[in-house]
């Protein structure tokens, strides 16, 4: 018999993502709205303003001033706006009518399951407050699908980008006796387990740290994330430390083997709200990017590439 505590991370965020989990789902009742064969495309052909009652979703919220990646979707009463590329334009709220201090193109990354994902874009952001994102149509001629407030802090609760984050001491698979008691995994790969993020951080080697629930997530994201740095473990394990953190610690509670869970006090020391949560760092410690929310192998691979220089 399992008995657990139950314990939210953001769960207002993991809602919205559930939200955006369903609504991308592989369902005719939901695709409907420009479906191409259920994917909620953008139809070239339909009229711009059949598309302009979307709504943007922030899909992230640790956003602080400096380098940032936006993840959000676009969703109208009828399912999901997917389209390969969007533009976004940014601006403090406040600045002066129809003038947008930044813009970016916004790639859409697909989820795992199903039809899930959300868009992408990397800006830097300068001043804190509050900010609107706006989304359009990329070739300019479909007019705005949405907008959304979003709040930019004066400094990220999670580690920075370019700052050297405090050193972890997580179990390894030498410190335990069964690898169940640090990972929800259901077939975990033992390669995630093996060495600590301090030493990690010493061993003159690139890192990739992931914290997630496989078993416990709220939005389906976790374990497809535990298989994707798996997969980079497997194909660049030589020349890179990869590191699964689970976000719950097991605590034996009787001699039957109930036990309860708590979140990883790992967490708390990296200012972590969400999860999944991943964090690339250079051989020497340096945080180089970091992705809030379920990252694809292909945007891993990716940033891996740059800092191998491959």
Same mark, same amino acid.
């Given at each position: 018999?399992? #008995?657990?505590?139950?314990?939210?991370?953001?769960?207002?965020? $993991?809602?919205?993502?559930?939200?955006? $989990?369903?609504?991308?789902?592989?369902?005719?009742?939901?695709?409907?709205?420009?479906?191409?064969?259920?994917?909620?495309?953008?139809?070239? !052909?339909?009229?711009?303003?059949?598309? =302009?009652?979307?709504?943007?979703?922030? &899909? *992230?919220?640790?956003?602080?001033? !400096?380098?940032?990646?936006?993840?959000?979707?676009?969703?109208? #009463?009828?399912?999901?706006?997917?389209?390969?590329?969007?533009?976004?334009?940014? $601006?403090?709220? !406040?600045?002066? &009518?129809?003038?947008?201090?930044?813009?970016?193109?916004? *790639?859409?990354?697909?989820?795992?399951?199903?039809?899930? !994902?959300?868009?992408?874009?990397?800006?830097?952001?300068?001043?804190?407050?509050?900010?609107?994102?706006?989304?359009?149509?990329?070739?300019?001629?479909?007019?705005?699908?949405?907008?959304?407030?979003?709040?930019?802090?004066?400094?990220?609760?999670?580690?920075? *980008?370019?700052?050297?984050?405090?050193?972890?001491?997580?179990?390894?698979?030498?410190?335990?006796?069964?690898?169940?008691?640090?990972?929800? =995994?259901?077939?975990?790969?033992?390669?995630?387990?093996?060495?600590?993020? =301090?030493? =990690?951080?010493?061993?003159?080697?690139?890192?990739?740290?992931?914290?997630a629930s496989p078993s416990f997530c709220r939005t389906a994201t976790c374990g497809p994330q535990i298989e994707v740095i798996s997969s980079i473990s497997q194909q660049f394990g030589h020349r890179l430390n990869v590191i699964h953190i689970e976000v719950y610690e097991r605590s034996e509670i009787d001699d039957d083997g109930n036990y309860e869970l708590t979140i990883s006090s790992l967490l708390e020391a990296w200012g972590l709200n969400t999860e999944p949560f991943s964090f690339m760092l250079d051989k020497t410690g340096?945080?180089?990017? #970091?992705?809030?929310?379920? *990252?694809?192998?292909?945007?891993?691979?990716?940033?891996?590439?740059?800092?191998?220089?491959?």
């Amino acid at each position: 018999m399992l #008995k657990h505590t139950l314990l939210k991370i953001f769960i207002g965020l $993991s809602v919205l993502l559930g939200i955006i $989990s369903s609504g991308c789902a592989n369902d005719s009742s939901v695709n409907t709205q420009n479906n191409n064969e259920q994917r909620g495309e953008i139809d070239p !052909g339909e009229p711009a303003d059949s598309v =302009a009652s979307f709504q943007v979703i922030m &899909a *992230v919220t640790d956003i602080a001033i !400096g380098k940032n990646r936006l993840a959000f979707a676009i969703i109208g #009463k009828n399912g999901p706006l997917i389209a390969d590329e969007i533009l976004v334009k940014l $601006s403090p709220l !406040g600045s002066a &009518a129809d003038t947008y201090k930044l813009e970016s193109k916004a *790639v859409f990354q697909t989820w795992p399951k199903g039809n899930a !994902g959300v868009y992408i874009a990397r800006v830097n952001l300068g001043t804190p407050g509050e900010w609107i994102i706006q989304a359009e149509d990329s070739s300019g001629n479909r007019g705005v699908f949405g907008a959304s407030k979003f709040f930019v802090k004066e400094t990220s609760s999670a580690p920075a *980008v370019g700052t050297k984050p405090k050193p972890l001491n997580n179990l390894t698979i030498a410190d335990v006796d069964n690898i169940n008691k640090i990972t929800s =995994a259901l077939n975990p790969d033992p390669d995630l387990y093996k060495i600590s993020v =301090a030493q =990690a951080m010493n061993n003159g080697m690139p890192t990739i740290i992931t914290f997630a629930s496989p078993s416990f997530c709220r939005t389906a994201t976790c374990g497809p994330q535990i298989e994707v740095i798996s997969s980079i473990s497997q194909q660049f394990g030589h020349r890179l430390n990869v590191i699964h953190i689970e976000v719950y610690e097991r605590s034996e509670i009787d001699d039957d083997g109930n036990y309860e869970l708590t979140i990883s006090s790992l967490l708390e020391a990296w200012g972590l709200n969400t999860e999944p949560f991943s964090f690339m760092l250079d051989k020497t410690g340096i945080v180089v990017a #970091k992705f809030e929310g379920f *990252v694809t192998e292909a945007e891993l691979t990716e940033t891996i590439s740059a800092i191998l220089d491959l």
